[in-house]
């Protein structure tokens, strides 16, 4: 069973930067993942994802701000995430291709 675990979130002021990380176990292959976000009283958006050969897609909301990235050897997707703004407040969760999501993880930028 495939399950992710997220870390990173917190709070932190307009302007400053947090790196979330998303470690997958199970037993599984190496495919598609990603970060979507979901703030209070909207639906989840899809924020960056990564395929297995590295190809990246963003929101244009967070293009030039955000990077997401990979080790395979670890497992590991990240989500390096600079300039931040209050409106990217919101919870975070880790995705992997089809439908496994992880528990999320809360970030929340002050003015």
């Known amino acids: 069973q495939v399950q992710l675990v997220e870390s990173g979130g917190g709070l932190v002021q307009a302007g400053g930067s947090l790196r979330l990380s998303c470690k997958a176990s199970?037993?599984?292959?190496?495919?598609?993942m990603g970060w979507y976000r979901q703030a209070p009283g909207k639906q989840r958006e899809l924020v960056a994802r990564i395929d297995t050969f590295g190809s990246t897609n963003y929101a244009d909301s967070v293009k030039g701000r955000f990077t997401i990235s990979r080790d395979n050897a670890k497992n590991t997707v990240y989500l390096q995430m600079n300039s931040l703004k209050p409106e990217d407040t919101a919870v975070y969760y880790c995705?992997?291709?089809?439908?496994?999501w992880g528990q999320g993880t809360q970030v929340t930028v002050s003015s």
């Open positions: 199970g037993i599984f292959s190496i495919s598609t």
């Open positions: 995705w992997k291709f089809i439908s496994y």
